[in-house]
């Protein structure tokens, strides 16, 4: 009962959040930019809130340590789409846009419009490469304005949770037009809910785990990007190791540095 709680929540959560964004678009681009940035973030909060109240979903969320640019590239292995707000949680001070798949513009109430209106990257297996380029500059170019881009590597979701192989091709693309610091972020438990069926028959008792991991130095070329990645994936696939061979999962609720 809980589990459908949370959904029903957050479907009118999602089309609160719509009509913000609407309202916002008719103050004009800067008005809706900062309303996604805003409005992505305390939606986020409030989700993982819910779920845990209603649900029973276990949470473990931490910030960075160390002291943060204003811009950064941020990286991370990919389970759910229950990640992207996740990781917004983390980087509290830190506006973030994404890669997604362009199935998603259209048809799910603020996911797709926030996409949209926030200037995401869409892209699809079916664009050609100059599209799918075009894309991911148009996200890089974000970064002038203190927008931090987030990319899965993997460019799927992973169904068991076992990071993937990484593709460089997208954090090439950004990297090399706008070099930038880039974040490791390891997120562990989406797998099991990924769903809405797996919402309703695991939530309670799953627990959903996010860390920021390692802070790395603008890379430059495509050796070095290459190298990068290679470097990411280790530490992304040991971190999402070590929390599967650990003790059982403990209610963690962190308060995220800055929040």
Not at 61 to 76: E, H, N
Not at 191 to 211: N, P
Not at 223 to 248: C, F, M, P, Y
Request: charged share 20%; hydrophobic share 40%.
């Amino acid at each position: 009962m809980g589990s459908v709680l949370f959904l029903m929540s957050t479907l009118m959560l999602f089309l609160r959040g719509d009509l913000a964004l609407l309202l916002a678009a008719r103050r004009g681009e800067t008005a809706v930019m900062r309303e996604v940035s805003d409005g992505q973030r305390a939606l986020a909060r409030k989700l993982f809130f819910l779920a845990g109240m209603l649900g029973g979903l276990r949470t473990d969320f931490r910030g960075f340590a160390g002291a943060l640019p204003r811009v950064f590239m941020i990286v991370s292995n990919h389970q759910s789409l229950a990640d992207i707000p996740a990781v917004t949680v983390c980087f509290p001070r830190h506006p973030v846009r994404f890669v997604a798949k362009r199935e998603l513009r259209r048809g799910i109430p603020y996911v797709s419009r926030s996409l949209r209106f926030g200037q995401s990257a869409l892209v699809s297996r079916t664009m050609n490469f100059g599209e799918g380029q075009q894309e991911l500059t148009k996200l890089g170019s974000l970064s002038r304005d203190g927008i931090c881009p987030m990319i899965f590597p993997e460019g799927t979701r992973s169904k068991t949770g076992r990071v993937r192989e990484f593709f460089s091709g997208g954090v090439r693309v950004i990297l090399e037009r706008y070099p930038m610091p880039v974040m490791s972020v390891a997120v562990d438990g989406g797998q099991s809910i990924a769903t809405i069926t797996r919402v309703l028959l695991h939530l309670r008792g799953a627990t959903f785990r996010v860390k920021p991991l390692t802070l790395h130095p603008a890379p430059h070329g495509k050796k070095e990007i290459a190298d990068l990645l290679g470097n990411l994936k280790t530490e992304i696939s040991g971190q999402v190791l070590q929390w599967r061979r650990g003790h059982r999962p403990v209610d963690i609720k962190k308060p995220i540095p800055g929040a």
